[in-house]
């Protein structure tokens, strides 16, 4: 069973959703670590309530190079394969990207290359797009930019408001991010240079 570490900043509703798809046997993996660099962030408290094992990262106060190598150094303990970044707010540097080469997973709000970095939802409903989504991708050592695993399309319709807009980018990011680590972790798919290809058979 992929043994799974999972990263967040904030409300943890990605963790949850993942969370409860392993409990029903949708998908198969096992969470070793819930990690954060934010001690007060809710999903936090949500993995504890799920008697998830937690740690708090300590980039505040020590800075990013300890914080990551706490961070190292749990997830070599718990024999962690996969990292998967649900809402986490930092960059990683190249020494753990180089150490889970094509193993570290991220959730985007919007359809990358487009709006990348923070506040996407919002980016793209003030720009006036007409399509958004979401992006599952590979980290590679850029922000927002490694090779695309999956993305889906949600309209923006007229007069949809910003808060309606993020329920259904959040809808949609729980129905996708399981569905897609599910074809990942079940080596469905190949690399291509930067394009993934998804064996569907
Ligand atoms: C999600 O919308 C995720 O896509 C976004 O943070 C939110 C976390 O929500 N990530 C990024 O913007 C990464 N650049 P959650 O804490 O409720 O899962």
């Given at each position: 069973m992929p043994k799974i570490a999972i990263m967040l900043s904030g409300r943890?509703?990605?963790?949850?959703?993942?969370?409860?798809?392993?409990?029903?046997?949708?998908?198969?993996?096992?969470?070793?670590l819930v990690g954060s660099d934010r001690p007060d962030a809710e999903?936090?408290?949500?993995?504890?309530?799920?008697s998830l094992p937690?740690?708090?990262?300590?980039?505040?106060?020590?800075?990013?190079?300890?914080?990551?190598?706490?961070?190292l150094e749990h997830l070599e303990k718990k024999g962690v394969e996969w990292v998967v970044l649900a809402g986490f707010m930092r960059i990683l540097s190249p020494r753990v990207i180089s150490r889970f080469r094509d193993r570290i997973?991220?959730?985007?709000?919007?359809?990358?290359?487009?709006?990348?970095?923070?506040?996407?939802?919002?980016?793209?409903?003030?720009?006036?797009?007409k399509v958004t989504g979401v992006t599952i991708h590979?980290?590679?050592?850029?922000?927002?930019?490694?090779?695309?695993?999956a993305q889906r399309c949600v309209p923006i319709d007229e007069g949809q408001t910003?808060?309606?807009?993020?329920?259904?980018?959040?809808?949609v990011e729980h129905d996708i991010y399981w569905r897609t680590l599910k074809d990942l972790f079940a080596g469905r798919y190949k690399k291509e240079g930067r394009r993934m290809k998804l064996d569907r058979t």
């Open positions: 943890g509703t990605n963790m949850v959703a993942l969370a409860r798809r392993i409990a029903s046997g949708d998908l198969d993996a096992d969470i070793r999903g936090l408290a949500r993995a504890e309530a799920l937690t740690l708090v990262l300590p980039y505040r106060e020590k800075g990013k190079d300890e914080a990551e190598g706490l961070l997973v991220n959730i985007h709000p919007a359809l990358l290359p487009a709006f990348p970095g923070t506040e996407a939802i919002a980016s793209a409903w003030n720009y006036g797009v590979l980290v590679d050592e850029e922000m927002d930019h490694g090779p695309i695993l910003l808060e309606e807009l993020e329920e259904r980018i959040h809808e």
